[in-house]
C-alpha cells in the first residue's frame, strides 16, 4: 500500500499539527498582535517611540521571565544565534573558550572560535550524542560555553560554572531552543542567549542575550580596546543600541511583536516556572508512550538528561521514521522528523511552551495509528 494514502481520522488529529523544533509553532494570539498593530507599528520607523517602545518592552519581559538579578541586561540584534557566535567571537571571548560539543548546534560556536584568527585554540570537551560531558576549569579559559539544550539530540543540561574557573572567567550559554521553556538559575551563567524562533514562538533572524554585570563588563572592555570587528558584529554597538531600546541596524517589527505577545502571554500565566512546567507535562505524555511501546525508545538513556522541549524517539528498525513522518505530514501533522545529520530512525518532536500537551497526547495516537496502517 502507499504509505501516503493513509487517512488518519479527524477524532485522533491534533487541534494544532505543528511540533518543528524551530520554527515552531506561532500561536493564532501572536498572529493577531501583529494584525491589531497593522496600521500603528508595522511600517512605521524603528527610530521612533513606537517600536523603541516594543523592544523595551521585549526587554522588560526578559527581565521579568528570568527574574534577572539587578545590573543584568538584555541586548539583541540581528542575525539569530548563529551571528551571535561570530560576533562572541569578536566581542565576548578574550583569548580562549572551552566548549561542551554534544551534538550539531554546541560543535558550531567551537568551530567558530578555533576559525578566528585573533583567538587562542579552543578547548574542547566532547561526549557522543545522546549524552553530554561536564565542563572543566582549567587554567587559561576566560569563557566557558554551554549548550543549555542541544536541539540536534534531545539533550538538556543544567547550567553550572565550572568549580575553579579562573576568576574572571565568564559562562556563555546557548539557550537558543531552552530559553523560555528550561529553568534556569542566573548565579551559575553571565550570558545566556537565544533566537525567538522556538520557546518564544516567534520568527528567526534576531539574537537576544540576557548578559550579567561580569558579561557586560567584558563586552565594554573588548569594544574599548584595538582589535579589529566589523561593526554589525560588534557587542559594544549592540549594547549601546540595545540600552537605548534599538538595534544597531533595523529589525524585522513583526518578529518583535510576536516575541512581546509570547512574552506577555507566558508572565500572564506564571513566568518561567508555569511554562517550564508545561513542556514538562509534554515531555513525560512523549516519554511516557514511547516507554510503553515495544518498538519505540527515547534516544536519550538517562532520564535526567532528556529534553523537555525537544524529544528525540527512535524507532524500531521494521519501522521507517521517515515513511511515519511522511504520512504523519500528509495528515497535517507536521515537522517531526529527526534532524537528519544525526542520522538515526527517529522522530524529534517539538515540546515548546505553546504547544499544548493535549496536542502531545494527540500526536502519540496519531503515531500509533501509522505504525498500525503500515503493518496491516
Ligand atoms: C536553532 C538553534 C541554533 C541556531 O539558531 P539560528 O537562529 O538559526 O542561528 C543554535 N543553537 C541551538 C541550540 C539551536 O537550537
Known amino acids: 500500500m502507499d504509505p501516503q494514502t493513509i487517512r488518519l481520522p479527524d477524532s485522533i488529529l491534533p487541534a494544532d499539527g505543528r511540533f518543528g523544533c524551530g520554527p515552531s509553532k506561532v500561536r493564532a494570539e501572536q498572529i493577531e498582535a501583529i494584525v491589531a498593530g497593522a496600521s500603528t507599528i508595522m511600517g512605521t520607523s524603528h527610530r521612533k517611540p513606537q517600536v523603541k517602545a516594543l523592544v523595551g518592552s521585549v526587554r522588560a519581559g526578559l527581565t521579568e521571565l528570568f527574574s534577572l538579578p539587578d545590573g543584568w541586561e538584555i541586548v539583541l540584534g540581528n542575525g539569530g544565534t548563529t551571528v551571535f557566535w561570530d560576533a562572541a567571537t569578536f566581542g565576548l571571548v578574550d583569548r580562549r573558550s572551552q566548549h561542551l560539543v554534544f551534538g550539531e548546534f554546541s560543535s558550531k560556536f567551537a568551530e567558530a572560535c578555533a576559525a578566528a584568527p585573533h583567538l587562542d585554540r579552543p578547548d574542547v570537551v566532547e561526549s ?119 538595534t544597531y541596524n533595523t529589525p524585522a517589527v513583526a518578529t518583535l511583536i510576536m516575541l512581546d505577545a509570547q512574552l506577555r502571554w507566558m508572565n500572564g500565566n506564571g513566568g518561567l516556572e508555569w511554562c517550564a512546567a508545561r513542556s514538562d507535562n509534554s515531555a513525560a505524555i512523549m516519554y511516557g508512550w514511547a516507554e510503553a511501546r515495544e518498538w519505540a525508545t527515547p534516544f536519550v538513556t538517562d532520564p535526567g538528561k532528556r529534553s523537555s522541549v525537544v524529544a528525540t524517539i527512535d524507532l524500531d528498525d521494521s519501522i521507517d521514521a521517515n515513511t511515519v513522518s511522511a504520512v504523519l505530514r500528509a495528515n497535517g501533522v507536521l515537522d517531526t522528523d529527526s534532524y537528519r545529520k544525526l542520522g538515526r530512525n527517529q522522530l524529534r518532536v517539538g515540546m515548546f511552551p505553546a504547544i499544548d500537551p493535549a496536542d502531545v497526547h494527540a500526536l502519540t495516537q496519531c503515531i500509533d495509528a501509522v505504525v498500525e496502517s503500515l503493518a496491516a
Not at 569563557?143 to 539533550?155: P, Q
Not at 531552552?178 to 537565544?194: I, K, N, S
Request: with cysteine; charged share 20%.
Open 128 to 246: 557522543p550524542t545522546g549524552d553530554h560531558p561536564a565542563p572543566v576549569a582549567s587554567p587559561g579559559i576566560d569563557l566557558y560555553a554551554l549548550t543549555h539544550n542541544e536541539t540536534s539530540t534531545g539533550v538538556a543540561m543544567r547550567p553550572v560554572r565550572p568549580a575553579g574557573a579562573d576568576s574572571g572567567a565568564i559562562v556563555a550559554v546557548d539557550a537558543t531552543s531552552a530559553a523560555g521553556g528550561l529553568r534556569w538559575d542566573p548565579a551559575e551563567v553571565d550570558v545566556y542567549y537565544f533566537a525567538p524562533q522556538k520557546c518564544f514562538a516567534a520568527d528567526g533572524g534576531l539574537w537576544l542575550a540576557a548578559c550579567s554585570p561580569a558579561a557586560t563588563e567584558r563586552v565594554e572592555r573588548i569594544a574599548a580596546g584595538d582589535r579589529w570587528r566589523p561593526a554589525s558584529l560588534d557587542l559594544g554597538i549592540a549594547l549601546t543600541n540595545s540600552r537605548a531600546d534599538q
